[in-house]
């Protein structure tokens, strides 16, 4: 029989309450897998059915056996049936040393730690069992499959406790007599009628792996204390565990908390100069005002051939080079001249120059006004030079 033309069913390997499982094979990647067909009779539990193999295709674990497909299909004879591809594992069922028991209770501790790991990590994922029992337990060459997880821890939180007591009841119904004390002490806690008091399914892994020195795949809430779990050697040369390495997460506080006292610093050191700057008197250097020197052009007197300087303004330090008084000459007056009296243009002009030099004293004030009588001269060479 060909299901949705790829998987096709080689024989019946059991049946349960529920569903029955069949040994397939997968036409499109070419590998044995395992398919879990709802039985005829349970149709109306094909949603439950479905929701399970869906929350199955969440876990990825070496203690669980792993969901490849979910889908439903069209069988001759029993019309639309659900089914769920699978993981084969081939092994035994825990059911043949349920009966029998076993012969050893290290093999019973070993046993027990691998499905307390499988079921912490499923926990740990939000995912329970919740049927679990000797028939979902298969032991295989490379250790135990758990199959059949299938029951939202969102929707029933009570799930992880049950199923650490069905835990505790496989190993009781498997172990031998003259069992440690601590495992049988652990095995009355697993069942007490209080789930509260119950232990976790990682602290059942974590004991029975160390009873035994076996390594187990623990979840990732308990990926530091996985150097406990390996064996270690015994004698005087036995090296010492490496301590677990730091998380990346704890790498990125670091990292954080590095750059936040970087910007507190930098933050303080901007305020502590900007009132530096705003207080006058807190730190000398700051108080003084720029210094600048001015040093003014050499302009040349065109009457004397003397350079000017420009006096300084006002608050500004003084020139290093000493400059000498201005020197001022008496400005040689002419007597009048009755041909040819002074034109007014000339006195202008006179005026206009002894008002541009700075360094020529002005007339006298009793010098007397050129006569009226001579306005109608003629125009004379002047007679004083107005530089002096």
């Known amino acids: 029989m060909l299901l949705e033309g ?27 897998v395992a398919v879990r067909l709802l039985r005829a009779d349970r149709a109306d539990a094909a949603s439950r059915f479905l929701d399970a193999g869906r929350l199955g295709a969440r876990l990825s674990h070496s203690n669980v056996a792993a969901v490849y497909d979910v889908g439903v299909t069209e069988l001759p004879g029993r019309g639309p049936t659900p089914y769920v591809v699978m993981e084969y594992a081939e092994g035994r069922p825990l059911t043949a040393d349920v009966r029998d028991g076993l012969q050893d209770w290290r093999e019973t501790a070993r046993v027990g730690a691998e499905m307390a790991a499988a079921l912490a990590y499923a926990h740990s994922q939000w995912v329970a069992h919740g049927t679990l029992g000797p028939a979902k337990v298969l032991r295989t060459d490379v250790g135990v499959k758990v199959i059949g997880f299938g029951t939202d821890v ?25 069992i440690p004390v601590e495992l049988d002490e652990l095995m009355r806690r697993c069942r007490f009628p209080d789930p509260v008091q119950r232990p976790g399914s990682d602290e059942a892994a974590l004991i029975l792996a160390r009873l035994v020195q076996a390594h187990v795949e623990p979840p990732a809430p ?3 204390t996985t150097r406990v779990l390996r064996p270690v050697p015994a004698g005087p040369q036995a090296v010492p565990p490496r301590p677990a390495p730091r998380c990346p997460r704890q790498r990125r506080n670091w990292a954080s908390r590095v750059l936040l006292v970087t910007a507190v610093a930098g933050a303080s050191l901007v305020t502590v100069v900007a009132l530096a700057q705003a207080a006058p008197g807190a730190i000398p250097w700051f108080d ?14 065109p009457g004397t051939g003397t350079p000017t300087r420009r006096p300084s303004p006002a608050g500004s330090p003084s020139p290093t080079r000493s400059t000498l008084p201005p020197v001022t000459t008496p400005p040689t007056t002419a007597p009048p001249t009755t041909s ?49």
């Open 222 to 224: 308990l990926a530091a």
């Open 340 to 388: 040819a009296p002074a034109s007014p243009s000339a006195s202008t002009s006179a005026s206009a120059s002894t008002s541009v030099s700075p360094f020529v004293e002005s007339a006298p004030a009793d010098t007397p006004p050129p006569s009226p009588s001579t306005a109608g001269a003629p125009l004379t060479e002047p007679s004083a030079s107005p530089s002096g």
């Open 6 to 32: 790829r998987y096709r069913l080689v024989r019946q390997l059991n049946a349960g309450a529920t569903a029955e499982v069949w040994s397939a094979h997968d036409e499109l990647l070419r590998r044995q």
């Open 288 to 301: 003084r005002a720029p210094q600048q020197a001015v040093v003014p052009p050499p302009t040349d007197d």
């Open 154 to 178: 969102g929707v029933d939180l009570d799930a992880p406790t049950r199923d650490v007591r069905a835990l505790a009841t496989l190993l009781a119904a498997t172990a031998p007599s003259g």
